[in-house]
């Protein structure tokens, strides 16, 4: 085959690709854990699926024995109506030729409202389509289906497989639908997850975890007599620690090599809580307050060594500041950690990756560590399935007005089947 045909074919079938991104943004397959919205939309890709003759497989996590007692396994979660979506184009010698994976995962965050245009009601405008998903991730979802059904139309028959799946629970820190893909068996010589890289072919990813600060202080007014503790002294007094820890480490830790062009761990202060707005209420310092902290990791950071970093230090604080020491502090954790994890950039699917980047866009691709958590950890540290994260440009993902490149969908559809035909191999 030619390869410049799938150029062509994409250029030509480009409104089909928005559409299909389109049509996912509109299904509000949002994750509230423990619970999750994933079911309508998850119906829609399983009949998408199956109008392309692939072998596809529909299963809770809770069907997978082996979830249950596996260590990285999240508890808590409800699988109820939340299928997992394994579809599974079989190659003509899967026996010895090597196999590739695209992973996405269909929920998607509730975000905020407000911003220009409504979270469920895909909108393009200029060269963005906006869209809860757009960016994160319903559009790279979209572009790996496409190149499916591109290679397809083509007539060309790979030698290996190529597996298109739609996972539920990755956002919240969830990962179990990811894991029970993997323990389910559906596994391949490499992957790709087309989480939005700004089109960076990103063979890394950080780590972190969200954790919440819960301070009890002595409630009440002052009448004279009251020994009244204020939690909200406390918790200002740690914003400010945070704030001062979040510059000293940056400045002590050497970048990770894959992230010397874009260093950084961010500490993101997502939530604070404290008070009473209810009417009649009356006004007194509240009894407790409660800090919400999201903090990144390089690869290679263990949880005991992000719990020994960041809580060894508001320990430290606790005992250190007067404000926070009279009060009792309690830390746990809102999510599990997500480690970062890493192949090598030289690793054979990065090089692959790297060459269908450059031969569809003219250029090469910038190659470096992506800089968010995700679910690609389960690849490369639990199932030993290298993995590759490559996707779109876009914006305010998790916020409102998410919005995604729209060429970006399209010269991934080509990366990714160029991708394909290079890793699995055409019969001749
Ligand atoms: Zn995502």
Redesign the pocket.
């Known amino acids: 085959m030619k390869l410049h045909e799938i150029d062509h074919w994409v250029t030509s079938h480009a409104e089909q690709i928005l559409q299909l991104t389109e049509t996912l943004i509109r299904f509000p397959s949002v994750n509230r854990a423990p619970y999750g919205d994933e079911y309508e939309a998850q119906q829609f890709v399983i009949h998408t699926m199956r109008d392309m003759n692939l072998d596809v497989d529909v299963f809770l996590p809770t069907d997978v024995p082996e979830l249950a007692t596996h260590p990285a396994l999240w508890q808590g979660r409800d699988y109820t109506n939340r299928p997992n979506v394994v579809g599974t184009w079989r190659g003509s010698n899967a026996r010895d030729a090597k196999s590739l994976l695209f992973s996405s995962?269909i929920d998607v965050v509730a975000g905020s409202k407000g911003g220009r245009f409504e979270n469920f009601v895909p909108t393009r405008d200029g060269d963005k389509l906006y869209g809860r998903g757009s960016n994160?991730?319903k559009g790279g979802l979209a572009a790996t289906i496409f190149a499916v059904k591109c290679l397809q139309e083509l007539g060309v028959r790979l030698n290996g497989n190529v597996i298109v799946e739609s996972v539920v629970d990755?956002?919240n820190g969830g990962a179990n639908g990811t894991l029970a893909s993997r323990l389910r068996g559906h596994k391949a010589d490499a992957c790709i997850v087309p989480?939005?890289t700004g089109m960076v072919v990103a063979p890394a990813h950080k780590g972190g975890r969200i954790w919440q600060v819960h301070l009890k202080g002595s409630p009440g007014i002052a009448f004279g007599s009251d020994n009244i503790v204020s939690p909200i002294y406390a918790l200002a007094h740690l914003i400010t620690a945070l704030e001062h820890w979040e510059t000293i480490r940056n400045r002590v830790t050497p970048p990770h090599p894959q992230f010397v062009e874009n260093p950084g761990l961010p500490v993101l202060i997502t939530k604070i809580q404290a008070g009473d707005f209810e009417p009649g209420a009356g006004d007194a310092v509240p009894e407790t307050a409660m800090l919400e902290i999201w903090a990144e990791e390089y690869p290679g950071v263990s949880e005991a060594e992000h719990y020994a970093r960041l809580i060894g230090y508001l320990e430290q604080v606790a005992r250190e500041n007067p404000s926070v020491a009279k009060c009792e502090m309690r830390v746990e954790p809102v999510t599990r950690f997500l480690p970062g994890s890493e192949i090598s950039p030289e690793h054979e699917i990065v090089q692959t990756v790297r060459r269908a980047f450059s031969k569809a866009m003219q250029r090469e691709p910038i190659v470096r560590g992506a800089p968010f958590a995700?679910d690609v950890f389960v690849f490369n540290q639990i199932a030993n399935v290298p993995c590759v994260i490559l996707g779109p440009r876009g914006g305010n993902?998790h916020s409102y007005d998410e919005w995604v490149m729209m060429q970006d969908l399209l010269d991934l559809t080509k990366i990714f089947a160029r991708t394909a035909v290079e890793w699995c191999g055409v019969m001749e």
Do not use: G, R
Request: aromatic share 0%.
């Open positions: 995962h994160d991730m990755e956002e989480e939005p995700c993902a």
